[in-house]
């Protein structure tokens, strides 16, 4: 959610919350889309059946309470047989490059 983004990155995204869900919900290895707020996945494992988590390297890696939690969660699920995929950032598309190129151009 963009309350979620704002948690840890101190600023609203440039898509909207919406626009995000809409674009991985459309990704063809994608059954369902689910907005969460915490690392507790449990709940979305019984509710959807989920046999993978897919998360930002943002919060997986690194020494931040949120990297801590991500650990735990990953253990967790990976015992209940749920893959736990990590996604790496891309530094040349991030939201802090978009803002200067979109103030650019206004």
Do not use: C, W
Not at 64 to 92: C, D, F, H, M, W
């Amino acid at each position: 959610t963009n309350e979620y983004v704002v948690s840890y990155k101190g600023s609203r995204p440039v898509m909207s919350f919406h626009d995000r869900l809409a674009l991985v919900s459309a990704l063809r290895f994608v059954d369902i889309a689910v907005p969460y707020y915490s690392p507790v996945y449990e709940p979305f494992i019984q509710m959807y059946g989920v046999d993978a988590i897919v998360v930002d390297e943002l919060f997986a890696v690194g020494d931040t309470e949120q990297a801590e939690l991500q650990r735990q969660a990953r253990r967790n699920l990976e015992s209940k047989g749920v893959r736990y995929i990590v996604i790496p950032r891309t530094p040349s598309i991030s939201t802090g490059i978009i803002r200067e190129r979109l103030n650019k151009n206004e």
